[in-house]
């Protein structure tokens, strides 16, 4: 479909929540192709913008998802989820590792989401085809590096330092879920799913610290070198620690 603005084809385009209209990623902002409800999300963020504190943390509880929004998110998830399989060959498939699969991804979009809306930005996830296809490829049992970005958080934020922060929160989730996992792994001995839930969130968090390209690497390397140093160490090394487990 072409950009009602500039003509671009976008095998996945954007579609405003206000005009209804088609736009590419450049313009799809409202206030970039001068929006005719322009007013409607001036409005509306003003209205956000103005919130006091309390009224940013029960943002976080009224997150809301558009069809496009969903449709994405679950072509996204069913495909990072047969990456996670293929670390094993797909030989063992059970409720347990859909579930840290699912979740490895899943929390970490949005808990980009969840920040972006705090700091009073849109914010919606958008697959990318090439990374689509690249994410399928990568599920692949026999291919050994796993590509793992099918798309990413569309957000509208100009403040440097919350855009870093954003984000920042996506890879923090997986060290967090990784650290988790972790211990259990060591508390039960012999349990695969703990392991693999290790694994998985590791690399999650080491590969989207890359940075490169849209990345979430490329933006808190931008943000603060020193966040982003640590970061990628820590992550390393829970790569490496998920090697060591028996």
Known sequence: MKCEICDVNESIPFRCNYCNKVFCSLHRIPINHSCVSMREYIDKKNMVNSYTENSNLRVLFKIKFSKLEILHLSIATILVTAVGMSFNGFR????????IFVSAFLVHELAHKLLAQFYGSWAEFRANLYGLIVTAISALPFIPF???APGAVMID????SKFGRVAFIGPLTNLVMGLMFLILSYKFAGVGYFHIGTLFNSWIALFNLFPFGNL?????FSWSKIVWIVMIASSMALFVLSYQIK
Do not use: A, M, P
């Open 92 to 99: 063992n498939i059970s409720w347990q590792f859909l579930l």
């Open 146 to 148: 796993k590509f793992i």
């Open 157 to 160: 934020l100009s403040d440097r």
């Open 216 to 220: 979430d690497g490329q933006k808190i």
